[in-house]
């Protein structure tokens, strides 16, 4: 039988650590305060956030396309097809020193629907800041390099808890 949590999954070694420390270290875009579906700041989330340099976009565009095969084939209702498409790439920086988080919440919304949420954590040398679900009751392990990707919707909230030391990096896209 399957349960709701099953269809998070967390897929290890997506990216490459040489690829995630050179996205860490981009520094032609600066990082701006993060905002939510109706451009406006928010106090659930306290996080930066820079489009990341479309240099990435190959690499990034590949490993989204990787992680859409791998959920499909674990979930034969879960569909791709022509229109299906990710909404770019932002690299998010939680800051230790600010107790960076993001409140719990779900990602599918009336002005930005989306069907499939992906977070690509790019670091592991910080403390605090777990991708947890369902108030808590379900925690990822972190581990730079990997992928968490879960449905977008009302079923899945979730929340990165505050980051007490170190700096938290990671990318974010959506499918719809």
Known sequence: MIKIQDYIKCYENIID????????????????PATVDDGKLAKHR??????????FDKILFEIIADILTKYSSEFSCFKTGLTTEDTGYDH??????????????????????????CSIILNDNYEGGDFSFFGGEHIIKKKAGSAVVF???F????AVTPVTNGDRHSIIT???
């Open 151 to 153: 449905p977008s919707n």
């Open 174 to 176: 959506w499918i719809h």
């Open 17 to 32: 650590d040489d690829v995630c420390d050179e996205i860490i270290n981009q520094k032609d875009l600066e990082f701006y």
């Open 92 to 117: 998010l920086l939680y800051l230790g020193s600010h107790k960076g988080e993001y409140k719990e919440h779900t990602d599918h919304s009336d002005l930005h629907p989306r069907v499939l949420s």
């Open 155 to 158: 079923c899945f909230p979730h």
């Open 46 to 55: 306290n996080c930066l956030s820079k489009h990341l340099d479309s240099k």
